[in-house]
């Protein structure tokens, strides 16, 4: 899976380049806020339908079926919902362009109300390889239209096509790549019925994880000019890089290893304690090398007019030692079916955003709101903690330990950062000190991970 990503992220980022060059930094401010616009309405009618299939016992056709049947009409209703939206969306943010633009990205809303339900059960079966694939011909798919119709057009509908292109790929490889028969429209009652309840709390949570996570945008996107909106989203991209990996990996591995585990009353615990480790691991390791070396590949990769994304990346990598503790500890809730304490979580980091950073924004000046940001994840981590202490599984002890060693290790990489004479080899020593202390502190997760890497190797042969 780690290597699947790897290569949807370098087709990503390569055509990523491509487009900052072709087009301008507003372009990106207006893609930013069609993707708040359609990443909102999609949450705020959540039912949780690819969730319910992986934690739900039932597997069968009828349960299926219905919860396709589930999926196509809201994908209905939402595309008429976008319709009528989209102008009083554009009024808002005084920007007439969206009116035209979110309609036309909307037919997403559409197509991935007919994907099969086949993607689900490969991930409830944990077939993660013909997965990849997928995701990386979309994205493949969907780079190849925006380029050609940047270099074209120079305009933001380059943006739109390649949303719309994405999602067509998708329903068609979701029906044809995996046996099996296809959906049909079927109601069950019974299967229905469940799906809707925990759907229902899927919902709630939905709704405050956008509120959660789309915050920042609609503050900034109402007080920062476009340009430098556009510029903030090129940072939160690049710091959303690892953050999306770990997100897949706990939401798509851990998650439907977790409800196995439920489902069969296995102990949790050992698992707990190699997933944690390794997942910190790897969320360290990201954290620490995007502090250090993040804005120098800004200015490697990226023209004098995103220069400003230098510092705010930085400031936002801080942040990604919390979004990786909240992904693993929120799939493991979720498999226990506490969608409950999963939306009291996000309603945390909801009060925090809409609080904590518009004050910052406006008593202490743009930098700080940043900074309010990096750590909005830390009151929901908090939350899903005490989550997993009501189902005996304790998370603190481990956790604090790990966030000292990684404290040491970003200190003596700033050190030697400082101590530089240069600019790119203090920072490229910074990262080796910095992994050099953060191994040691994770001495047992580095061993286990490479006597796994010898044992894969040695299955293979």
Excluded at 30 to 51: A, E, P
Aim: hydrophobic share 60%; proline share 3%; glycine share 8%.
């Amino acid at each position: 899976m780690t290597l699947g990503y790897g290569a949807t992220l370098a087709v990503k980022f390569g055509s990523n380049l491509v487009l900052t060059h072709l087009l301008f930094p507003a372009a990106f401010g207006l893609m930013l806020l069609v993707n708040i616009f359609l990443g909102g309405i999609q949450l705020f009618s959540d039912l949780g339908i690819g969730t319910s299939i992986v934690q739900n016992p039932r597997s069968d056709r009828a349960f299926l079926d219905t919860a396709w049947t589930l999926q196509a009409a809201r994908g209905l209703v939402l595309f008429a919902i976008v319709a009528v939206v989209a102008w009083p969306y554009a009024v808002a943010y005084g920007e007439p362009m969206l009116a035209w633009m979110i309609p036309v990205a909307g037919l997403t809303t559409l197509s991935d109300g007919f994907v099969s339900t086949k993607l689900s059960v490969a991930n409830r079966e944990l077939r993660m390889a013909r997965l990849q694939v997928i995701e990386l011909v979309i994205q493949l798919a969907a780079s190849l239209v925006m380029i050609a119709a940047a270099w074209i057009t120079r305009s933001v509908w380059a943006l739109v096509a390649g949303v719309v292109a994405g999602g067509a790929v998708r329903l068609v490889l979701s029906n044809v790549l995996f046996p099996g028969p296809r959906n049909r429209l079927r109601w069950e009652k019974s299967s229905a019925s469940g799906l809707l309840h925990f759907g229902k709390w899927v919902f709630v949570s939905s709704v405050v994880t956008f509120l959660a996570q789309q915050g920042d945008r609609l503050v900034f996107g109402s007080v920062l000019p476009m340009t430098r909106l556009g510029v903030y989203n090129i940072a939160v991209m690049l710091c959303e890089i690892p953050g999306t990996l770990i997100s897949s990996l706990a939401f798509k591995i851990v998650f439907p290893l977790f409800s196995e585990l439920r489902r069969t009353s296995a102990d949790v615990d050992a698992s707990w304690r190699k997933a944690s480790a390794a997942v910190a691991l790897l969320g360290g390791s990201a954290a620490l090398f995007l502090f250090f070396a993040g804005p120098y590949a800004v200015q490697l990769l990226y023209d004098d007019r995103y220069a400003e994304a230098m510092w705010m990346l930085r400031l936002l990598a801080l942040g990604i030692w919390g979004t990786s503790l909240v992904h693993l500890t929120a799939s493991v809730v979720l498999a226990g079916g506490q969608v409950k304490w999963l939306a009291a979580a996000n309603a945390v980091r909801v009060v925090w955003v809409v609080g904590a950073v518009p004050l910052a924004l406006w008593r202490l000046g743009f930098e700080a709101a940043v900074v309010a940001v990096a750590l909005a994840d830390l009151p929901r981590y908090v939350v899903l903690g005490l989550a997993c202490r009501a189902a005996r599984l304790h998370i603190f002890a481990g956790d604090l330990r790990r966030t000292l060693v990684l404290g040491a290790a970003a200190g003596a990489g700033w050190l030697v950062l400082q101590l530089g004479p240069t600019q790119f080899l203090p920072a490229a020593a910074a990262c080796l000190v910095g992994f050099a202390v953060w191994a040691l502190g994770n001495a047992e997760a580095v061993r286990w991970a490479v006597a796994r890497g010898r044992s894969l190797r040695a299955r293979r042969a």
